[in-house]
């Protein structure tokens, strides 16, 4: 059965129920500006798993071992991850009830480049998209190409709708119309929803759950990932910025790496991580970087919607180790999972547009 929440309270109930046991065992918090130290990795994520996927790179990292491998050992933890909501197994499928996956990885020491778009069936397509980039001279394959090439490697085929995503998913089909034949018969619907058959709650809180995983090794080296199950209930075939090289992720390795998280299309139009990387280059901190490009996208509503404010998320490195995390629109400061050698810490970033609490 699932518990009778208003829309609105359904997702953001299913969002915070890991996030809020964790942040509530106190661990510390790394302050803005603080100096930088590597090797380093960070994850967007923010929970239990994004703890342990830093420890999973962390440990890579530490033992000599590959920037490529740490990341993507780092980014399987939270794809892997049957509770989480936003990311591989377990994310919430597209409009049909199909999960559909995307990610993208960039080695900086290398500049190479590898996605996968629109991919089913596979839990780890972070992984997937590290063979695109080191065994085929493509950056991107997508759909059900993507799908034969992952076969070809020996990747295994899974149901990635797990219960949890598919009644989700359920839920929101039968709220999703006021015409159509899903949820309760109509003399039930009316009556829970008022005698206009209309629904009282307001919009959907569209779940975003991308999750980047960026790393710096102790030779200066940088690498990253970003992979997402894309936005909850998306038209079938719907590709964000998470795979899309310049938008969701990018690399320089004289430089540091940034990916986000959010609304996708506004990511892509702005080609946000590959704009916070710039102004890195141009002198900005990691954390000036990341408000430089929550500040840039939303200038470009000012005057179409001035009320207008997508709900992105920047996180971002440099060589030197140094972080930053910015947010557009969220109820509460943006978060991010840190491990360097001075341990393991939450980053707090900055919000710039606070989100009334619900």
Not at 33 to 57: C, D, F, R, Y
Not at 117 to 144: C, F, Y
Not at 156 to 171: F, P, S, V
Not at 312 to 320: H, L
Request: charge should be neutral; glycine fraction near 12%.
């Amino acid at each position: 059965m699932i518990k009778t929440l208003s829309r609105r309270n359904f997702f953001s109930h299913s969002l915070k129920l890991g996030a809020g046991a964790f942040l509530a065992r106190g661990f510390p918090a790394l302050k803005s500006g603080q100096t930088g130290s590597i090797p380093l990795i960070i994850t967007s994520h923010w929970n239990e798993t994004g703890k342990k996927a830093v420890e999973a790179g962390w440990e890579i990292l530490t033992n000599k071992g590959k920037i490529l491998d740490a990341v993507e050992k780092a980014a399987n933890v939270i794809e892997l991850d049957a509770e989480g909501l936003g990311v591989g197994y377990g994310g919430l499928p597209n409009e049909d009830g199909v999960v559909q996956l995307d990610a993208s990885i960039m080695d900086g020491q290398t500049y190479n480049a590898g996605s996968v778009a629109a991919l089913e069936n596979i839990k780890t397509p972070s992984s997937v998209a590290r063979i695109v980039m080191e065994r085929t001279d493509h950056v991107m394959l997508v759909g059900q190409d993507a799908l034969k090439f992952a076969r070809k490697w020996s990747f295994k085929e899974e149901d990635l709708l797990t219960e949890k995503a598919r009644e989700i998913w359920l839920k929101w089909k039968e709220d999703a119309s006021t015409i159509d034949d899903w949820g309760p018969p109509d003399h039930i619907k009316t009556i829970k929803k008022g005698q206009s058959g209309q629904n009282s709650d307001g919009d959907v809180e569209r779940i975003t759950g991308t999750t980047n995983v960026l790393a710096v090794d102790g030779d200066g080296n940088i690498a990253g990932i970003t992979t997402t199950s894309g936005l909850a209930f998306k038209i079938a075939g719907r590709i964000g910025d998470s795979p899309i090289i310049g938008a969701g992720l990018y690399v320089d390795n004289d430089v540091g790496a940034a990916g986000a998280t959010g609304r996708g299309e506004d990511v892509i139009k702005s080609c946000g991580s590959y704009y916070v990387v710039m102004r890195m280059k141009q002198g900005r901190s990691p954390q000036q970087a990341c408000e430089d490009a929550i500040k840039m996208i939303a200038d470009k509503y000012k005057s179409i919607n001035s009320t207008y404010l997508p709900g992105e998320k920047f996180v971002a490195i440099n060589k030197k180790g140094e972080i930053g995390c910015a947010a557009m629109r969220y109820s509460e400061p943006p978060q991010m999972s840190v491990l360097n050698d001075r341990g393991f810490v939450l980053h707090q970033g900055t919000l710039a547009f606070p989100r009334e609490k619900k």
